[in-house]
Every structure is written in structure tokens, then in C-alpha cells.
């Protein structure tokens, strides 16, 4: 094998290459391989100004072979970002719930709730709460913890920072509980 052989791109010279290969000015590659090159929009744009007919067709192909597939590919899109942030599923909706809540003539409790909504573990969450703020802190139900205090302001602060995974935008402020 030849120093030039080896090297040569494209089409080799003794092959029949059928005369319908056309070759993408934006990638170089024969069209077809257009929708791997990263660039694929880009090719796009170039058939769409140089090739409109094969443009058409790319465009046929892309609404029905892949059933749906436009839409999938939108919506990973859009999602880049917001996944990074918020890791939302779509196994229901997820919220913290914060409130504050009489307790004797002066003193006050916080509730939360919802923390297990973030497949957190409810007596984790309440040592963890106790320890922070150094004070009473017990799991009271289902998703519920009372924190022997009012903390309620600095857990909008403490939830995120001890569990990254709960945004500050999913803690709701309930407000205070009337008796
Ligand atoms: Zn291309």
C-alpha cells in the first residue's frame, strides 16, 4: 500500500461509485451521514440553500421514520438545562412544605412536611434538623417532622444546603399555623 492510497479520502479511483452520492459542503460526507456529524443543523442549512431537493427529502425522513421522534428530540432540548437543576421526574409533584405552628402562650414549632416526597428519610432529617438548631426535632407522621423551635426561615437556607437535590424553589412557605 502506497503513502497516497492510504491517506485518500473519498471516493477511490477504479470504484464505481454510483453517480447519486452527493457530498455535504458543510461535513464533507456523502449526505446520508449528515444527521451523525454533530453539526447536523449546519448540513442542513447547506442542503437547504445548495441541495433543496435532498433537503426535502432529509426533512420527509426526519417527521416519519422516526415517529415522533422531533418532539422527543425538542423536548431533550429544552430539558438541558432544567434537568441539570431540578432532576425532576414525573412520579408526582414534589414539595417541602414549611410552616410554623403555636405551641404554648409563646413559643412556637416548625413543621415540615414533604421531605419523603425526595426519598429522604424521615428520622435522617429530624436528627439532622435536632443537631442543626440544637433543639427537639421528631418525626410526628406520615411525612411530617416537628422541629421544637421557630426555624422556619433558616430551613429555606439548610434543606438545600444539607440536600442539594431540594432546590429552595421547592420549599413552600405555609406560614403560620392558627391554632
Ligand atoms: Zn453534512
Do not use: H
Request: with cysteine.
Amino acid at each position: 500500500m502506497t503513502e497516497t492510497s492510504r491517506l485518500a479520502m473519498g471516493p477511490k479511483p477504479g470504484v464505481n461509485y454510483p453517480l447519486d452520492v452527493l457530498y455535504c459542503g458543510n461535513c464533507s460526507m456523502p449526505i446520508e451521514y449528515c444527521e451523525y456529524y454533530p453539526e447536523y443543523e449546519k448540513c442542513k442549512q447547506w442542503l437547504e440553500r445548495n441541495l433543496p431537493s435532498e433537503f426535502e427529502k432529509i426533512k420527509v425522513n426526519d417527521d416519519t421514520t422516526e415517529g415522533g421522534g422531533d418532539e422527543e428530540k425538542k423536548r431533550q432540548k429544552r430539558g438541558g438545562k432544567g434537568m441539570m437543576k431540578t432532576k425532576k421526574k414525573d412520579d408526582g409533584p414534589k414539595q417541602v412544605c414549611v410552616s410554623r405552628a403555636p405551641r404554648g402562650k409563646k413559643k412556637s414549632v416548625t413543621v415540615v412536611t414533604g421531605m419523603s416526597s425526595f426519598g429522604i428519610d424521615l428520622k435522617v432529617a429530624a436528627k439532622f434538623f435536632g443537631t442543626k438548631f440544637a433543639c427537639g426535632s421528631s418525626v410526628t407522621g406520615d411525612d411530617e417532622i416537628v422541629i421544637q423551635g421557630d426555624v422556619k426561615d433558616d430551613l429555606f437556607d439548610v434543606i438545600p444546603e444539607k440536600w442539594p437535590e431540594i432546590d429552595e424553589d421547592f420549599i413552600e412557605d405555609l406560614g403560620d399555623q392558627k391554632r
